[in-house]
């Protein structure tokens, strides 16, 4: 890591910056760039800008290493694997930190971040993908779904920015997810490229965001075919009577039954962008159908029934949603479990923590894009005054 380096990732340097803009900000450092949110007491913005501030502040503090430049799995000194995080955490603050570039448009995180990601790049055959750890401290393995959260976060950041170098980013993920496909049960991806022992909705759902969102880029019919041909498959095979869907197949045909947040999300945003795409209004009342669905089950009461992360994927989609259907009990279902959380579930480190043990990156990065969206979603008066 050279000193310079060292110094634009610093959060001094980012205060720097922005005091020579003489705006008063709230700071967090994704360990490399920097947040612009307004000072919350001055401006009187929402609680969840608040929380934001606060917990972007508590994740530069507890998980980023400043000295050597990466982002640690736990807070604290002690790692129970490896001294820095795996590659999903960075997915997953990869997608947050869009997410507050779109509420925040002076932010600049995601250059700064996905230089920290491209560490974890493995240019191994058949296709160049990311491994789930950093290449110079011996690599690991390569996931499709890792990879395919990275594609869908760099089509996001290219439909808002038009910078191609996201768009390149998302066709390079593309050609490595589809080193995972095969006829074996009659299609789909694996989960993973060196274990093929299942073929999961996680690798499957996001595989077919990844095909829409560059088809929605490109208009190239290749891509949606293969999303077509994706999403047909996770119906015939994996969606569950409730309407939902079951985790994954073995390669010897068994159903794993476990029903997820992100699953749900994946194949109900996969409706709404193939409505997008198709302008087949069926799609939409499938979308609607699982929204329906999905919102008892997962929000019934006021508790989540999974992961932090896990939730905010089937967020995106609830907010996706909002765009062809402006009722808002699906967002409002989720804000009980998430005003649940932020009561009952943070410590006074501002930290996120389950039985008194804070909880690792991918759940806090999972907080963070929740807090964002939240923010957003107030910002434009769709929760405003139902605090």
């Given at each position: 890591?050279?000193q310079k380096?060292?110094?634009?990732r610093s959060p001094?340097?980012?205060?720097?910056?922005f005091c020579?803009?003489?705006?008063?900000?709230s700071?967090?450092v994704s360990g490399?760039?920097?947040t612009?949110?307004?000072?919350t007491?001055?401006?009187?913005t929402s609680r969840?800008q608040?929380?934001?501030?606060?917990?972007?502040?508590?994740?530069?503090r507890n998980?980023?290493?400043?000295?050597?430049g990466?982002?640690k799995?736990?807070?604290?000194?002690?790692?129970?694997?490896h001294?820095?995080?795996?590659?999903?955490?960075?997915c997953a603050l990869f997608?947050a930190?869009n997410?507050?570039?779109k509420?925040?448009?002076?932010?600049t995180?995601?250059?700064?971040?996905?230089?920290i990601?491209?560490?974890?790049?493995?240019?191994?055959?058949?296709q160049?993908g990311?491994a789930?750890?950093?290449?110079?401290?011996?690599?690991?393995?390569?996931?499709?779904?890792?990879?395919?959260?990275?594609?869908?976060?760099?089509?996001?950041?290219?439909?808002r920015t038009?910078?191609?170098?996201?768009?390149s980013l998302?066709?390079?993920?593309?050609?490595?997810?589809?080193?995972g496909y095969?006829t074996v049960?009659t299609?789909g991806l694996y989960?993973?490229?060196?274990r093929?022992?299942s073929?999961?909705t996680?690798?499957?759902g996001?595989g077919?965001?990844v095909?829409l969102?560059?088809?929605e880029?490109?208009?190239?019919?290749?891509?949606l075919?293969?999303?077509?041909m994706?999403?047909?498959?996770?119906n015939?095979t994996?969606?569950?009577?409730s309407g939902?869907y079951?985790?994954?197949?073995?390669?010897k045909?068994?159903?794993?039954?476990p029903i997820?947040?992100?699953?749900?999300?994946?194949?109900l945003e996969?409706?709404?962008y193939?409505?997008e795409c198709t302008?087949?209004?069926?799609y939409l009342?499938e979308a609607?159908?699982?929204?329906d669905?999905?919102l008892?089950?997962?929000?019934?009461?006021?508790?989540?029934r999974?992961t932090?992360w896990?939730?905010v994927?089937?967020?995106?989609?609830y907010?996706?949603?909002?765009?062809?259907?402006k009722?808002?009990?699906?967002?409002m279902g989720?804000?009980?479990?998430?005003d649940?959380?932020l009561?009952n579930?943070?410590?006074e480190?501002g930290?996120f923590?389950?039985?008194g043990?804070p909880?690792d990156?991918v759940?806090?990065?999972g907080?963070?894009?929740?807090?964002t969206r939240?923010?957003?979603?107030?910002?434009?008066?769709?929760?405003?005054h139902?605090?």
């Amino acid at each position: 890591m050279t000193q310079k380096k060292e110094i634009l990732r610093s959060p001094y340097w980012n205060i720097v910056s922005f005091c020579l803009l003489t705006i008063t900000l709230s700071h967090r450092v994704s360990g490399q760039g920097i947040t612009t949110s307004p000072d919350t007491a001055s401006t009187g913005t929402s609680r969840y800008q608040q929380e934001l501030s606060s917990l972007q502040r508590a994740i530069s503090r507890n998980f980023y290493d400043s000295a050597a430049g990466y982002y640690k799995e736990w807070p604290g000194p002690d790692q129970p694997r490896h001294p820095y995080t795996y590659l999903w955490s960075l997915c997953a603050l990869f997608q947050a930190d869009n997410e507050i570039e779109k509420l925040e448009p002076r932010a600049t995180l995601l250059q700064p971040l996905l230089s920290i990601i491209r560490d974890y790049e493995d240019p191994a055959p058949p296709q160049p993908g990311f491994a789930d750890y950093i290449r110079k401290f011996s690599g690991g393995e390569r996931y499709y779904d890792d990879n395919q959260w990275l594609g869908i976060t760099a089509l996001d950041a290219y439909a808002r920015t038009k910078d191609t170098g996201y768009l390149s980013l998302g066709r390079e993920i593309y050609t490595f997810m589809m080193t995972g496909y095969d006829t074996v049960l009659t299609g789909g991806l694996y989960w993973k490229e060196n274990r093929k022992t299942s073929k999961n909705t996680c690798s499957n759902g996001p595989g077919i965001l990844v095909a829409l969102q560059l088809y929605e880029a490109t208009k190239d019919r290749g891509y949606l075919d293969t999303a077509l041909m994706l999403y047909h498959w996770v119906n015939k095979t994996l969606k569950a009577p409730s309407g939902l869907y079951y985790d994954n197949i073995t390669i010897k045909g068994r159903i794993s039954t476990p029903i997820l947040s992100y699953n749900t999300g994946t194949m109900l945003e996969s409706n709404i962008y193939l409505y997008e795409c198709t302008g087949d209004k069926n799609y939409l009342q499938e979308a609607i159908s699982i929204a329906d669905s999905s919102l008892p089950y997962f929000y019934g009461g006021t508790r989540f029934r999974d992961t932090y992360w896990f939730n905010v994927v089937l967020l995106r989609a609830y907010q996706h949603l909002l765009t062809y259907d402006k009722d808002t009990k699906y967002i409002m279902g989720f804000k009980q479990c998430l005003d649940y959380v932020l009561q009952n579930e943070k410590n006074e480190r501002g930290l996120f923590a389950e039985k008194g043990k804070p909880l690792d990156l991918v759940a806090h990065a999972g907080m963070l894009e929740m807090l964002t969206r939240f923010a957003w979603l107030d910002q434009k008066g769709i929760i405003a005054h139902q605090q």
